[in-house]
T-cell receptor
């Protein structure tokens, strides 16, 4: 069965602090894909990153970085020097090799306080 | 605007009425997905089209729900005899052809309220 767990329901940080959003997944597939999406108050899900199961190299994009560890089935997301505009709900998602059916976690609501 | 568009953005209906939502995917995206998102939850997969063919349906898609994509472009999702439990955000996503493109791009959603 495919499952994504985001144990952190809500996080509040003060602007400029670093914050890490946790994502743990379960799958029996050997090939799979992991994603992070941002859902701001406007409601539209915004794609942030895709990772395939064969690529454990961490990635950095500006203030965003992702740590993928197959040994712990985790795909964590860190925002460095958080800003108020980062306030949103962040979803981690998993798909199988076809990339069709996505399994989303329940999301982490991040509030950045000015 | 070349993103995924959905209409209407909001729909309020009375229990027992039928509703229909429309999704226009990104141009040339041959795959189209419908999801449902309830408050405090992540999106849940409903169904998927490749071109005009409906290839997968979730068990969440009861017989009151029907989706079509007749010409392989826009899609409609109809809910018949709506129930209060159908109240949710209905999201549409599209994806480019080819195995190298797995990310799905989402529209703004249609928020349905059933009174």
């Amino acid at each position: 069965a495919q499952k994504v767990t985001q144990a952190q329901t809500e996080i509040s940080v003060v602007e400029k602090e670093d914050v890490t959003l946790d994502c743990v997944y379960e799958t029996r597939d050997t090939t799979y894909y992991l994603f992070w999406y941002k859902q701001p108050p406007s409601g539209e899900l915004v794609f942030l990153i895709r990772r395939n199961s064969f690529d454990e190299q961490n990635e950095i994009s500006g203030r965003y970085s992702w740590n993928f560890q197959k040994s712990t089935s985790s795909f964590n997301f860190t925002i460095t020097a958080s800003q108020v505009v980062d306030s949103a709900v962040y979803f981690c998602a998993l798909s199988g090799i076809t990339g069709n059916q996505f399994y989303f976690g329940t999301g982490t609501s991040l509030t950045v306080i000015p | 605007d070349t993103g995924v568009s959905q209409n209407p953005r909001h729909k309020i209906t009375k229990r027992g009425q039928n509703v229909t939502f429309r999704c226009d995917p990104i141009s040339e995206h041959n795959r189209l997905y419908w999801y449902r998102q309830t408050l405090g939850q992540g999106p849940e997969f409903l169904t998927y089209f490749q071109n005009e063919a409906q290839l997968e349906k979730s068990r969440l898609l009861s017989d009151r729900f029907s989706a079509e994509r007749p010409k392989g472009s826009f899609s409609t999702l109809e809910i018949q005899r709506t129930e209060q439990g159908d109240s949710a955000m209905y999201l549409c996503a599209s994806r480019a052809p080819g195995q190298g493109h797995n990310e799905q791009f989402f529209g703004p959603g249609t928020r349905l309220t059933v009174l």
